[in-house]
Antibody, heavy 119, light 106 residues
Framework: QLQLQESGPGLVRPSETLSLTCSVS??????????WGWVRQPPGKGLEWIGT???????YFKLSLDSRVTISADTSKSQFFLKLSSVTAADTAVYYC???????????WGQGTLVTVSS | DIQMTQSPSNVSASVGDRVTITCRAS??????LAWYQQKPGEAPKLLIY???SLESGVPSRFSGSGSGTEFTLTISSLQPDDFATYYC????????FGQGTKVEIK
């Protein structure tokens, strides 16, 4: 059974870079056809897609976050990563990772990890 | 970007009620639409994919319909476990979520 788990610092200072890891077990992130995405949810608010990496390494980002987001992967460790630079309080959110595909929605999801941006 | 608009934002309903949530896309997304249920402190759970296909293990009281730009999620007889927030999501062109609909106890 495929499982995803987010990890990373729970507190990031304003203007610094948020870095998260999603560890995938029960499957490989190199599996043909799949995408691996990041979604966030500010406290009390809705879901926002941030970006995605395809099994080929191609990346896709939400337009409004494009200049600040980097997504990469380490297939040998079955992990993919999110970096969000120049963070502000508005980036405080629960960050989720999830698998998806061209014809499949996000499923499964990790449990999520809360990242707070504060000095 | 494709915008997804859900209505209503909140629903107050009783156990046994039929509940319908609407999701509109700003452009044609064919049937590439999913519905998720989210409870406080939990990750979203996939209910419906490809507009009307029920995810394995999801109760049959949940159903989805629509294509193009207009979609609905229907809960035929609301159960206590169904009080939650529901999100639609398009995956026709990149990926966008609706703003959510909270189903509350009346």
């Amino acid at each position: 059974q495929l499982q995803l788990q987010e990890s990373g610092p729970g507190l990031v200072r304003p203007s610094e870079t948020l870095s998260l890891t999603c560890s995938v077990s029960g499957g490989s992130i190199s599996t043909k056809g799949f995408y691996w995405g990041w979604v966030r949810q500010p406290p009390g608010k809705g879901l926002e897609w941030i970006g995605t990496i395809h099994f080929t390494g191609t990346t896709y980002f939400k337009l409004s976050l494009d200049s600040r987001v980097t997504i990469s992967a380490d297939t040998s460790k079955s992990q993919f990563f999110l970096k969000l630079s120049s963070v502000t309080a508005a980036d405080t959110a629960v960050y989720y990772c999830a698998r998806h595909a061209a014809t499949l929605p996000f499923d499964p999801w990790g449990q999520g990890t809360l990242v707070t941006v504060s000095s | 970007d494709i915008q997804m608009t859900q209505s209503p934002s909140n629903v107050s309903a009783s156990v046994g009620d039929r509940v319908t949530i609407t999701c509109r896309a700003s452009q044609n997304i064919n049937y590439w639409l999913a519905w998720y249920q989210q409870k406080p402190g939990e990750a979203p759970k996939l209910l419906i994919y490809k507009a009307s296909s029920l995810e394995s293990g999801v109760p049959s009281r949940f159903s989805g319909s629509g294509s193009g730009t207009e979609f609905t999620l229907t809960i035929s007889s609301l159960q206590p476990d169904d009080f939650a927030t529901y999100y639609c999501q398009q995956y026709n062109n990149y990926w966008t979520f609706g703003q959510g609909t909270k189903v509350e106890i009346k």
